[in-house]
């Protein structure tokens, strides 16, 4: 639904343009980066709020929003450990299930022209686990239950949406169990390969249910711990190797109990939590386990690997590389954080290098905001505890816009050479199409000038490079449409950088 090239930019003042090889190969020719909204408390909330929100997310440009289909929260009798009598799970029609929260959510979305983004996932009610007897929905999910429940969301909703993903975060204990088999102070990873049961047996209900849908698997969660037990959550890293059964040395692994009959899956792309820890966005993380938005190439590398040993098929074109989504991504801000959080200055500056750095990184085809609104502060305690909840959203909780308000609708980033010689400026117009834009510079204390215009490509990106002589201020400007349809000229952000 939303394709397009991403074609080179047409810099019209030549004379004051310096070549743009400083993009990464294939950047500018990729298909244009993604921008996404990841809110739950709107898409599954009530109707009014998402009404509400839903017009000003497409007018910010957003093209596609995260929704999940709550296998828990739609199947009946979630907390017994039979199915109810006469109950067909694979059928969408079954009065037993409870659709109405998610047919107004997709129809909100769809009628706002948002390509929705549809996670299924569980857990799923006790009668859906292979092992009921203990109790926990989350232990063990039955791969058939699961596949059929997948198969009724996709009968549903096949004609508004053309992305799934297959679980939620399955590397965190909170949503599936066991994350490992621990034996004698030893412990396996086990969740993985549960994990790849669920997606084989979804991914092909759904295909069968929908033709021509996109099937991404992971969407991990950034964190994880050493292991002390079962339970414990597991490192995405980690988690990614045993999945597609990739051995310490970075060969094949066909010998564990877990890998032995593997049957690699077949993805379109891998969805993915990337998390900062509160640091700029370049920085890369410590753990090696862990990536953030500036370890793509630590992620991108392990999926390469993983298809080079027959772990891990990419559906589309088994010769093409695996695509990385980035369904969720933002940072916490202080106020109202005071522990947690960053200021909201730095949230502003980061988001829009976050959004840089993605669009840099062609196999980054989607970059999803974490929170619209701030998540309601709850005091569960002392500490950290005292700011429970999420406050990475764009605005407070009461409404009042933070700086990265204004900026999401215009992201804009400065590097330098590495000679320190030439500014490469980056930008894009949201909602996404073809701008004219105005480059300009300021040096020293003297005023704003115009030192270039140029065109935008059909997704809102601009790039554009020049002599960096002395220390400088950049902005770009162009006319946008205010609420009651009148032209504005409107400037983005600025960004002062200097020669060495």
Known sequence: MFSGNRLAVALICAAAVLAAAWLPPGALAADGLLTGISDPSMTGGTGATLDAFAPRWKAAGVDVAMVTADWRRIAPSVDSPSMPAGFDPADPQSAAYDWE???????????????????????????GSSDPSRGSARYRPDAAQFAAFASAVASRYGADVNRYIIWYEPNSDENLRPQYFCSRGKCAPRSP????????????AIRQADAGPS???????????????????????????????????????RTSATCRDLSPAAVDG??????????????????????????TGRLTNLLDRLQETGGLINAEDEQAPINLYYTEFGYQTNPPDVFSGVSVA????????????AFGQPRVKLLGQYLWRDQPITDSGQGTDAYA???????????????SARTFLNPFWVLRSRDHKTAKLWGQVR???SHNVTIERRVGSASFRRIASLKTDANGFFSYSTRLYARSTFRFAWTGRVGNG???RRRSSSMTVAPR
């Open 486 to 488: 009148a032209s504005q």
């Open 431 to 433: 909602p996404g199409s």
């Open 270 to 295: 891998f969805a993915y939590h990337p998390d900062q820890r509160a640091a700029a966005p370049s920085k890369h993380l410590a753990h090696w386990a862990e990536a953030g938005v500036g370890d």
């Open 101 to 127: 929260r998610l047919d107004r959510t997709i129809a909100t979305l769809r009628r706002n022209d948002l390509d929705p983004l549809l996670t299924i996932t569980g857990p799923g009610p006790l009668w």
């Open 193 to 204: 390969s549960i994990y790849r049961e669920l997606f084989n047996a979804g991914s092909a």
């Open 346 to 357: 730095k949230q502003s500056a980061w988001l829009q290098q976050a959004a840089r750095i």
């Open 389 to 403: 909840g999420t406050q990475s959203g764009l605005y407070m909780f009461d409404g009042s816009a933070k700086p």
């Open 215 to 253: 099937v991404y698997a992971g969407a991990l969660a950034p964190r994880g711990a050493t292991p002390s037990d079962s339970d414990s959550s597991m490192r995405p890293i980690v988690w990614m190797r045993s999945f597609g059964c990739l051995s310490d040395g970075n060969t094949a692994d």
